[in-house]
């Protein structure tokens, strides 16, 4: 059983159109992290997220983490084909342990 | 800096023979990680250290796996005797203290044991 449930697996889009991948579990976070892996390289750190209805916003991308620290959000507006990747979350039970990943959303963006 | 840097980058080697990934951590950083990705199980924690100690190693998936941290700048994941289940792309990553501060990833090394 997955700790961490990613929706949707895939996802394929045109260039313009908006998104938004889940990141689900019935466990409490101290915080979530998003990260964006491309392919032959290892993921890359988007944003952390530590209180619960906490909203943050990197450019076109906006994270929102879950009142009860449960899930978060990634929303994309006017996705590019740059944005393609796998989108992982990632999580800490508590400060200072090991964060636990998500399987990812595999985005794929065409112009 | 360099960021984390994994060696070798690519591995691929005969069932039974001995496997050795080898990792630089960020200087600075006190947290090193050692992961495991597959497609059928995404990214699995093997084993990570605070200040080159063994924090939790639960994850390591049986006796013929090991890992070391001589020193704050080295790491190495050995697998003895390797088998075609092994096969995966493994990533070391770094941290800089507690809290919720997030990983730096190395490149990866994606081992094939045939």
Known sequence: TQLLEQSPQFLSIQEGENLTVYCNSSSVFSSLQWYRQEPGEGPVLLVTVVTGGEVKKLKRLTFQFGDARKDSSLHITAAQPGDTGLYLCAGARQAGTALIFGKGTTLSVSS | DAGVIQSPRHEVTEMGQEVTLRCKPISGHDY?????QTMMRGLEL???FNNNVPIDDSGMPEDRFSAKMPNASFSTLKIQPSEPRD??????ASSVGKGNYGYTFGSGTRLTVV
Do not use: G, T
Not at chain 2, 32 to 36: A, D, E, G, M, T
């Open chain 2, 32 to 36: 090193l990680f050692w992961y495991r």
């Open chain 2, 46 to 48: 093997l084993i990570y």
């Open chain 2, 87 to 92: 096969s995966a792309v493994y990533f070391c």
